[in-house]
Nanobody, 128 residues
């Protein structure tokens, strides 16, 4: 069964950068929709960015222009490049994937969409 493993989290100062990685293991990913989500203490999980297999990206308004989602099919890895980090970005970051081919061209930026495979999360802490 396909599993997702995140890494790359850490503590940085405001204005700093981090790159998160999500490696697919346990087999070849056969879906067409993956994304990054985050959850801060006392808040609901929210979408950050999603990416379809054909390269279509969607970003939350709060991260547009600062974060970039990408994939490396050779390494079977999903990335989230985060720049100009702010304290408001502090959260546990999760990668998630839809396990089947949606064939719709849609990869909604909401954790309740069709995401049925989730990583364990990696903590990002941004200090002022």
């Amino acid at each position: 069964q396909v599993e997702l493993v995140e890494s790359g989290g850490g503590s940085v100062q405001s204005g700093g950068s981090l790159r998160l990685s999500c490696v697919t293991s346990g087999g070849t990913y056969g879906g067409d929709c993956r994304g990054w989500f985050r959850q801060a203490p006392g808040k609901e999980r929210e979408g950050v960015a999603t990416l379809t297999s054909d390269g279509t990206t969607t970003y939350a308004d709060s991260v547009t222009g600062r974060f970039t989602i990408s994939q490396d099919n050779v390494k079977n890895t999903l990335y989230l490049q985060m720049s100009n980090l702010m304290p408001e970005d502090t959260a546990m970051y999760y990668c998630a994937a839809v396990s089947w081919l949606l064939m719709s061209g849609r990869c909604a930026i909401t954790p309740t969409y069709n995401f049925d495979i989730w990583g364990q999360g990696t903590q990002v802490t941004v200090s002022s």
